[in-house]
């Protein structure tokens, strides 16, 4: 399969950088702060817009783990149909039995919906029970990519198994390595692991503009300022797509895809 650099987004501003560093794809979520959940309809509407990239969308009803009810269910089959009907190039799912196991049977019905569109199946394979086990699932559903750390908290860590999954998948699914993703990254885990795809966020933080700030009042999660800004750093997604290059044997410039160029 060929090679992919995936940027995760969560807003324009950010779609737009990783478009100017060179991205091939975007994964477009909110919420990227809590892994990323569904995004808003009109978020992928702009991005859409303003840049020329293959869009997968996350589909994900709430943060936590990959159990969902049957309301959580009815809410991604209409996410699925909603952004197949907006254009979307992909969705991003993923949902597990109480066992630990894939979901067989409800992902079969999402992927149903999905009619053409890509599938990759995200890292609720990295909290299943038996990733070849969920590998081979996956393969009958006809997921064409896996995300997965290799079931480790950063893809370095997972290095061994991610090297076993991408021999045991064999280009089918392919096996996108994030976690921790940068360009250091990709020059050491690419030969080790044989992978030619890989998603990161690069994310830096950005101070807000606030001038007057109220202490003591909390919007959120416990210790995340609410004058912190998270967007992608275009800088570390060309270093990231130029290590990707290289070692695919590829130079020379590369177009920009973003819109306003």
């Given amino acids: 399969m060929a090679r992919v650099l995936e940027v995760c987004v969560d807003s324009v501003e950010s779609a737009e950088q990783a478009a100017r560093g060179g991205a091939m794809r975007l994964e477009l ?20 817009e303003r840049v020329d990239l293959p869009i997968r969308v996350l589909l994900r009803p709430r943060f936590g783990d990959f159990l969902y009810s049957d309301e ?18 992909g969705v991003v799912i993923g949902i597990l ?17 999905a009619g053409g569109m890509g599938v990759t199946l995200h890292r609720a394979f990295d909290v299943c029970r038996d990733p070849f086990a969920a590998l081979e699932t996956a393969r009958k559903l006809g997921v064409d990519t896996i995300l997965t750390s290799g079931q480790q908290a950063s893809c370095v860590e997972g290095a061994p198994l991610l090297r076993e999954l991408v021999k045991a998948a064999d280009g089918r699914p392919q096996i996108l390595i994030g976690a921790g993703v940068n360009a250091q990254v990709i020059r050491t885990l690419q030969p080790q692991t044989g992978a030619d795809a890989f998603h990161l966020s690069a994310k830096r933080t950005l101070d807000s503009g606030m001038v007057f700030r109220r202490a003591g009042v909390p919007m959120g999660l416990p210790g ?8 992608c750093d275009e800088n570390a997604v060309r270093e990231a797509r130029d290590a990707l290059d290289a070692l695919c044997g590829e130079t020379g410039g590369k177009a920009c895809r973003f819109k306003k160029c």
């Fill in 29 to 48: 979520c909110a919420d990227l702060i809590v892994g990323g959940t569904s995004p808003d309809e009109d978020l992928f509407c702009m991005v859409r």
């Fill in 224 to 231: 995340i300022s609410e004058f912190s800004l998270w967007r």
């Fill in 72 to 89: 959580e269910y009815e809410l991604l089959r209409r996410q699925v149909r909603r952004f197949r009907a907006l254009g979307a190039d």
């Fill in 97 to 113: 039995r109480p066992d630990g196991t894939l979901d067989e049977t409800r992902m079969a019905g999402l992927i149903e919906l």
